[in-house]
């Protein structure tokens, strides 16, 4: 199962009907996902596992049998010591039997622990 990536110029009017659904229903899809990334979307609910009580390795998001995750990896000196530097969010359809990888973002510290910047990959 691949993730499909946002694509502002679909759908497009010179595709099929077929085809204009199956666009919409990407791009509709990866908007409600960058918004359950941002921790908040009505009705999806969220479990922390793994790490530990104050850095879990995992944030789940699910509504029925839909999941979204974000793996955390922690900083462990310098100014992103304590602070989220890497997050890996994943797509799954069904109960997290399958994901497919959404993104990753790198999250960037000066050395006073400020937020410099964030990158995707």
Same mark, same amino acid.
């Given at each position: ?14 595709g ?8 919409t ?7 409600r ?8 979307f ?9 790490g ?16 979204v995750?974000?793996?955390? $990896? ?20 069904d ?11 790198t999250?960037?510290?000066? $050395? ?5 910047? $964030?990158?995707?990959?």
């Open positions: 199962m691949s993730y499909p990536i946002q694509n502002w110029s679909k759908p497009s009017w010179s099929t009907g077929t085809q204009f659904a199956q666009d229903r990407f791009n509709m899809q990866v908007i996902d960058a918004v359950i990334m941002s921790g908040g009505y009705g999806w609910d969220m479990a922390a596992s793994g530990t009580a104050d850095k879990p390795a995992r944030f789940t998001y699910a509504m029925g049998t839909e999941q995750k974000a793996d955390v $990896t922690w900083g462990v000196s310098g100014g992103a010591n304590g602070s989220p530097v890497v997050v890996a969010y994943s797509y799954s359809p109960n997290g039997t399958t994901w497919a990888a959404i993104k990753t973002k999250i960037n510290y000066d $050395t006073s622990g400020n937020v410099t910047g $964030t990158i995707w990959s």
